[in-house]
């Protein structure tokens, strides 16, 4: 796939006197200047429920020019949050916080949801825990035709340590994103038809039958066993018995007509993979999020800007090159360059949902969004767990307290788990503990 270079067509190849013309590559095609978004938000939402967004982006960012140099809700916005000072009101910064078992590192993006060890388990490579975003979505997911959406710029759940998604069931089992705007839209808003339906039924009968059959099996043989065997088989009964369920929702809404949603305005050719498509690619995935949300299709949102070790700036900046800067002043720069630009498609869709009214307020104020990445590069390109960039958006009307600056001792400091527990209380759980929490955090509330 082209990576944003063009080509005229009759480009050739020149060496030793000798031309000879290349075969038609993508690079060939003519290519749209980036165009700004003319998705506009709906005149309001009938939905009021709480929702809840988290966004991921990769290889950290330049620490120096994003945290603020004081604190409390006087602080000045650091030269990067320069992007959202329209919305000073309505995000929290973070600093200092990290998730003290994680190894940090381009495995962030598996244990920013989860705060789990992955090398906890003795013999084992990798072992993932149950990630936040899931834990709310078993609530909220009996009533949304999706418990929950995986986005990414990767599609499936790709390999441990660096995987597309942040999404991670109860056993630690990664849950597979989806990066195609077209694909998202037609899961979300095409209707099926008739025959699509019925395919459908019969496809979700005939593996609830399945699953019921290893579940007899499997009870027969729990007797058998030993209790370490029969303790992994109960997981194995866990992962059969949230299938059951999900295919048991899946098969009570195919009858139940999806929203109707135009899809005039919205970029779906754009590509994930492609640097020149970053920035629209970006604005078109968060416009669907907004709408996934406003039609109550899913309360909980994951979206993983990019993967770990990868990834574009807005102009097609390598991303994960510069989170290698080794301190290098113009490096940082390039890097600060990129972390305004993920700034400022994160304020695109923060206006969407403040300019959408709902009830007493805007959709923005019953939206949280935990916005950061697993990693920090540091001073010197260390990928470092300490000192995560984080910030926590919207959600007044659920009861969280913005327009501050919450700096942390980055070595005595709550755990980033706090964060998670008090959105996941927030969205209705009655929990007192998430993963390593020892509480809620204290001044987000």
Partial sequence: MSQGIHLKRRTVLRAAGVALSLPFLDAMLPRASAAPSKFKPWAKSDVVQPRMLCCYVPNGVNILEWVPADSGPNYTLSPTLQE???FRQDFTVLSGLGHPASEGGHSGADTWLTAANLKAKPGADYTNTLSVDQLVAEKHGVETRYASLQLGDQSGTGGAGHSHTLSFDLNGTPLPAENSPRRLFERLFVPETDADRQAAHQRYSERRSILDQLVREAQQLHQKLGTSDRRKLDEYLTSVRQTEKQVERLQAWLDRPKPNVEEKDLQL?????NAHDRPMWLDVMLELTYLAFITDTTRVITFEWSREAGGYGGGGENHHELSHHGGDPQMLQKLAVIDRFHLSRLAHLMNL?????????????????????????????????????????????LGLKHGQHLAFEQDNHPPLSNVLLTMAQKMGLEKSNFADATGTLTGLT
Avoid: C, F
């Fill in 269 to 273: 050719s754009n590509q994930p993979g």
């Fill in 353 to 397: 949902l403040k300019q959408t009214p709902e009830a007493d307020g805007s959709m923005l104020d019953r939206t949280m969004i935990l916005y950061g990445s697993g990693m920090n590069s540091g001073k010197g390109g260390e990928h470092s767990p300490k000192n995560l960039p984080t910030l926590v958006a919207g959600g007044h009307k």
């Fill in 84 to 86: 959202l000072k329209e």
